[in-house]
């Protein structure tokens, strides 16, 4: 399941792949390339919240993908990456070490209300309307969990 909100008036977006299937990660790479641009168009960079603990890795192909769409200079967000597993986190973290800086900022977050601190931090501003696409998205995936359970 893949699950999305996205305020594009005040530039924010959370993402949540919940377990995502190929399907997903097509409509996630959509979304990613969707905010390309956005910066210029808004005049602020976007705050992407990227809720990532049930999160599992894209095949190659997807990645590659990713990484086209990532690498354009235009794709300027800053992203929290949201997942309680600190060791995950510690290696991407090293990861990003060893490769040359995007033009998007990342950290990796152990919690949503990290996250966000972050965004809010980098932003230069309070963000509510992140926690309310937050509940949103995961809404999205409970409804559909229990659309499946039925």
């Known amino acids: 399941m893949y ?3 996205i305020d594009e008036r005040r ?4 993402w949540y792949p ?3 299937n190929p399907a997903d990660w097509e409509a996630h790479l959509r979304d990613v390339a969707q905010i390309n641009g956005w910066s210029k168009r808004l005049g602020f960079r976007p705050a992407v919240l990227l809720l990532a603990d049930e999160f599992d890795r894209p095949d190659a192909k997807m990645r590659q993908r990713l990484a086209q769409i990532t690498g354009e200079r235009s794709y300027d967000p800053y992203i929290a990456f949201v997942n309680a597993n600190a060791v995950l986190r510690g290696v991407l973290t090293m990861l990003s070490w060893m490769h040359p ?3 998007y900022d990342l ?6 209300s990290a996250g966000i601190a972050w965004l ?3 932003r230069g501003e309070r963000l509510p309307e ?3 696409l937050s509940i ?3 809404g999205q995936v409970r409804k559909a969990s229990l659309r499946k359970d039925e």
Do not use: H, I, K, N
């Open 136 to 138: 949103e998205a995961r």
């Open 3 to 5: 699950a999305r909100a």
């Open 120 to 122: 809010e931090q980098r």
């Open 130 to 132: 992140l926690r309310l």
């Open 107 to 112: 950290t990796y977050s152990p919690d949503e």
């Open 18 to 20: 919940s377990r995502p």
């Open 11 to 14: 530039g924010l977006v959370v």
């Open 101 to 103: 800086r995007p033009s």
